[in-house]
């Protein structure tokens, strides 16, 4: 190989080798976008769901004490809101569980088709 086709190739793969680098560039914004978008649901279903179960457990319980404070069913009341809060607040953890292990997912294409290009390279420079 002379001098003048071996500057080529260095030439050559050097240019493919920026735009594959413009490529993964592009694609890790796409990602970053979807996976900043992901994050800001979470934010906002916490944020949402602390206010709406903090409200809702001031008023039920100031509602429920004064409707049954001269009751013998006081204790069995309380006891009974207990319960519907603790299944508000699953439902809520599951979302957000389900949202959260779509983490797993994040920049996948970008890692995929950059493990793929390493190996192509890797070969390239093994003949």
């Known amino acids: 190989m ?3 086709q071996s500057k080529t190739s260095m030439g050559s793969t050097a ?8 490529l993964y560039s592009q694609l890790a914004w796409v990602e970053l976008t979807v996976e900043k978008r992901r ?6 279903l916490l944020l949402v769901g602390a ?7 001031v008023s039920l319980t100031i509602l ?3 409707a049954s404070w001269d009751t013998p069913y006081r204790i069995s009341a309380l006891v009974a809101a207990a319960v519907v809060y603790c299944a508000g607040f699953t439902i809520l953890c599951l979302r957000f569980n389900a949202l959260a292990r779509k983490g797993d ?3 996948s294409d970008t890692r995929e088709e950059l493990a793929e290009d390493l190996e192509l390279i890797r070969k390239r420079f093994e003949q």
């Open 2 to 4: 002379s001098s003048d």
């Open 15 to 22: 240019s493919a080798l920026l735009a594959q680098g413009s």
């Open 39 to 44: 994050l800001m649901g979470m934010l906002l």
């Open 51 to 57: 206010c709406l179960l903090t409200s809702l457990l």
């Open 64 to 66: 429920l004490l004064l």
């Open 105 to 107: 997912q994040a920049f």
